[in-house]
């Protein structure tokens, strides 16, 4: 009798017993768990500003591309964050103001923009530039160093990260013109007004960094004594109040009045 016929073995490395099969073929097998994200994205999705910053433009497919260490850095009242001519880097505040200073050709020094919570800043690395301005801070302060690399990556893919970009771009010069039309010009107690609009708008709208005096000479182009006698001013008047040292608490219904009897004088 002959033995029953054996169905042919499909062509093939031979499995040895208790070996996994084989993977068959089309199937992409990850070489690491596919759940895996990396550290940093996870800490840019838990971000408390996210929405306000430049990242907030990134949905969380785009976040999880963020392989890179972004730095943290903590800053005290006057430290310096970057120096004029060093190599420009980007930065997001996440918490505190920072101010930028320029010296002019006599040496004079000013202050020329002012960044709160949600500001990006140092848009400058992206082209290789150098930095044109001193950064510091004003207030304690926290900030994200952003790889410029890592931007320039993302914008290859996410165009929502390229109008993000352009829009911080437009706002940083809307900032300076207005800067140089509000705080630069006209009679002194209109520009302390408005700079005390631009404080508590870069905090909780009620409670505010107040500059010395000479950094608020240096902002408004005012002397000491001209800056002194307008803050004074505004105490008396219950816009203000000394809160501790370096902080002010502001009366948003005297604020409004100010402005107004500013524009009209």
């Known amino acids: 009798m002959s033995p029953p016929a054996v169905a042919p073995r499909p062509a093939g490395r031979l499995r040895a017993p208790g070996a996994p099969a084989a993977t068959p073929p089309g199937r992409v097998v990850p070489l690491y768990r596919a759940d895996e994200r990396h550290p940093q994205a996870q800490v840019c999705r838990r971000c408390t500003i996210r929405s306000e910053a430049l990242f907030g433009a990134l949905d969380e497919t785009a976040l999880d591309r963020i392989h890179v260490h972004i730095a943290e850095l903590m800053l005290a009242p006057g430290e310096p964050l970057s120096r004029r001519g060093d190599d420009a880097a980007l930065y997001t505040v996440r918490a505190g103001v920072v101010r930028a200073e320029r010296s002019t050709t006599r040496g004079d020094r000013r202050i020329v923009r002012l960044a709160g919570a949600g500001a990006l800043i140092g848009q400058e690395a992206l082209l290789g530039r150098r930095s044109d ?3 510091v801070a004003c207030t304690a ?11 320039r990556e993302l914008l290859r893919s996410e165009p929502a990260l390229g109008q993000a970009l352009m829009q911080r771009w437009q706002s940083a010069l809307d900032d300076t013109e207005a800067w140089l039309a509000d705080l630069a010009t006209g009679p002194a107690r209109r ?6 609009q631009r404080l508590a708008g870069l905090g909780d709208g009620r409670h505010l960094w107040l500059p010395r005096r000479s950094e608020m000479g240096a ?6 004594e001209t800056a002194s006698r307008q803050i004074s001013a505004l105490r008396r008047d219950g816009v203000l109040t000394a809160v501790g040292p370096g902080g002010a608490e502001v009366s948003p219904a005297a604020l409004a009045a100010a402005l107004r009897a500013a524009d009209d004088a």
């Open 141 to 151: 302060a926290q900030l994200c160093r952003i790889p410029a690399s890592l931007v």
């Open 191 to 196: 520009r302390v007004v408005r700079l005390v």
């Open 219 to 224: 902002m408004l182009d005012l002397t000491l």
């Open 133 to 135: 301005d001193e950064w």
